[in-house]
């Protein structure tokens, strides 16, 4: 989870149209980031934007990922506070990243459904989150497990967090120990993330975008921007076009059933 400290006191002293732009500055650089990464983007709430990985597709490293992701994103975001500054606002990034079991699935009644996603882990994460400073990205122990190889880390010692009843060890990711990013496509298919290409594979069996959302469970408006951003990505104006090029890029068998 990451969300923007001093957000609260910006809100109340600001014109709604300009919170309004400011978190859509906010949402459009870091959701980018998100796809770079091929994370799951779960929720928008407000400031605060909450990311999965290793669902519903596969990860193989979802606390690297998650880190890597983190660490693009408060680069990215002190481009944004920089400029924000100017105009008098003072909003910084903030995260918390946690790993464990979740139970994850469709919630909600026939008009509304969400995807969500419920445990101690998703507790965790906000509670780091709320817990970060300015700047700060805050990992638990089984994060920092699978990646204090990889980053330099500040350890904090148990923290007593929100929502939990009991000290958790904490560590702050400082920087990178080497530069790490995701790999450069190999092929034009991978100018797609997962997710996008099995989107695309859907299109050329023809599926509407509320057949797609019922088909990989995720909300119609998730749907309708996965196949946006393909159009954007590929540089399409159709969805005929779409299918044409995942039938041309065998994409049209790929998708789950």
Same mark, same amino acid.
């Given at each position: 989870?990451? @969300?923007?400290?001093?957000?609260?006191?910006? @809100?109340?002293?600001?014109?709604?149209?300009?919170?309004?732009?400011?978190?859509h500055?906010?949402?459009?650089?870091?959701?980018?980031?998100?796809?770079?990464?091929?994370?799951?983007?779960?929720?928008?709430?407000g400031?605060?934007?909450?990311?999965?990985?290793?669902?519903? #597709?596969?990860?193989?490293?979802?606390?690297?990922?998650?880190?890597? #992701?983190?660490?693009?994103?408060r680069?990215?975001?002190?481009?944004?506070?920089?400029g /924000?500054?100017?105009?008098?606002? =003072? #909003?910084?990034?903030?995260?918390?990243i946690?790993?464990?079991?979740?139970?994850?699935?469709?919630?909600? %009644?026939?008009?509304?459904?969400?995807?969500?996603? %419920?445990?101690? %882990?998703?507790?965790l994460?906000? *509670?780091?989150?709320?817990e970060?400073?300015?700047?700060?990205?805050? +990992? *638990?122990?089984?994060?920092?497990?699978?990646?204090?190889?990889?980053? =330099?880390?500040?350890?904090? *010692?148990?923290l007593d967090?929100?929502?939990? *009843?009991?000290?958790?060890?904490v560590? @702050?990711?400082?920087?990178?120990?080497?530069?790490?990013?995701?790999?450069?496509?190999?092929?034009d298919?991978?100018v797609?993330?997962?997710?996008?290409?099995?989107?695309?594979?859907? +299109?050329?069996?023809?599926?509407?975008?509320?057949?797609?959302?019922?088909?990989?469970?995720?909300?119609?408006?998730?749907?309708?921007n996965? %196949?946006?951003? +393909?159009?954007?990505?590929?540089?399409?104006?159709?969805?005929?076009? +779409?299918?044409a /090029?995942?039938?041309?890029?065998? #994409?049209?068998?790929?998708?789950?059933?």
């Amino acid at each position: 989870m990451c @969300s923007l400290r001093g957000f609260a006191a910006f @809100s109340e002293m600001t014109e709604p149209e300009e919170v309004l732009a400011i978190l859509h500055q906010h949402h459009e650089a870091l959701a980018e980031l998100v796809f770079r990464y091929e994370g799951t983007l779960h929720r928008f709430a407000g400031e605060q934007l909450t990311v999965l990985f290793n669902d519903p #597709l596969p990860c193989p490293d979802p606390g690297q990922r998650a880190v890597e #992701l983190a660490l693009d994103m408060r680069d990215r975001a002190r481009e944004l506070s920089g400029g /924000w500054r100017k105009l008098g606002h =003072q #909003l910084e990034f903030v995260a918390g990243i946690a790993m464990g079991y979740a139970t994850l699935g469709k919630i909600g %009644v026939e008009a509304r459904f969400e995807y969500e996603a %419920v445990g101690t %882990v998703m507790d965790l994460a906000a *509670g780091l989150c709320a817990e970060a400073a300015p700047n700060q990205i805050l +990992i *638990g122990q089984r994060v920092f497990a699978k990646v204090g190889n990889d980053v =330099q880390t500040e350890a904090l *010692g148990d923290l007593d967090l929100r929502d939990l *009843g009991h000290p958790v060890t904490v560590c @702050s990711v400082v920087a990178r120990k080497r530069p790490v990013r995701p790999p450069s496509p190999q092929d034009d298919t991978l100018v797609l993330t997962a997710r996008e290409r099995e989107v695309a594979a859907l +299109i050329a069996r023809g599926y509407s975008n509320r057949d797609i959302a019922n088909e990989l469970v995720i909300a119609d408006g998730t749907a309708a921007n996965h %196949v946006q951003h +393909i159009l954007d990505k590929l540089g399409f104006d159709t969805r005929a076009q +779409i299918a044409a /090029w995942a039938a041309e890029h065998h #994409l049209a068998g790929a998708a789950s059933t």
